[in-house]
């Protein structure tokens, strides 16, 4: 049996017009469906109308929703942090999970920090790959806002 290659993608993105709950629940909806179908996992935060979000799975198939995200008309300045291989899934629970920090307490993620203060643009995140990693790792048990 061969062992599966695993590979993840963090990038950044901002909403091409301003979403409704509704709107961000039908992109998680569609975006868990094809996941759990690619066998993808990861973590989609949400801020303000920006977007982060780590994808884990076989190579092939993370770069192929990293492709459909880019063309999305619902993103823009979609900006890629990080792509490498992984020895083992961060998030092998989750097929999406989703968490809008504009609704979130603070005092709920004990790893809060003024980082979060900034929006998810890629000109903060372009020189701290980790940092970002790092942030999506705290909101690992968080509880998921959808």
Do not use: C
Request: without cysteine; aromatic residues 14%.
């Amino acid at each position: 049996m061969v062992a599966l290659v695993l590979f993840h993608l963090i990038y950044v993105s901002t909403e091409a017009w301003p979403m409704s709950e509704d709107d961000l629940v039908s992109l998680l909806k569609q975006s868990r469906a094809r996941n759990e179908r690619l066998r993808i996992t990861g973590m989609l935060l949400y801020k303000g109308g920006f977007f982060m979000q780590v994808l884990e799975g076989e190579e092939a198939h993370v770069l192929e929703v990293f492709a459909d995200i880019e063309t999305d008309i619902r993103h823009k300045k979609v900006f890629k942090i990080v792509s490498e291989y992984i020895q083992h899934r961060d998030f092998p629970d989750w097929t999406m999970g989703f968490t809008n920090i504009d609704t979130l307490d603070p005092s709920s993620v004990p790893a809060y920090t003024p980082f979060l203060e900034h929006d998810f643009r890629s000109d903060y995140f372009s020189g701290d790959s980790v940092e970002a990693h790092s942030l999506l790792l705290a909101f690992k048990s968080a509880p998921a806002t959808w």
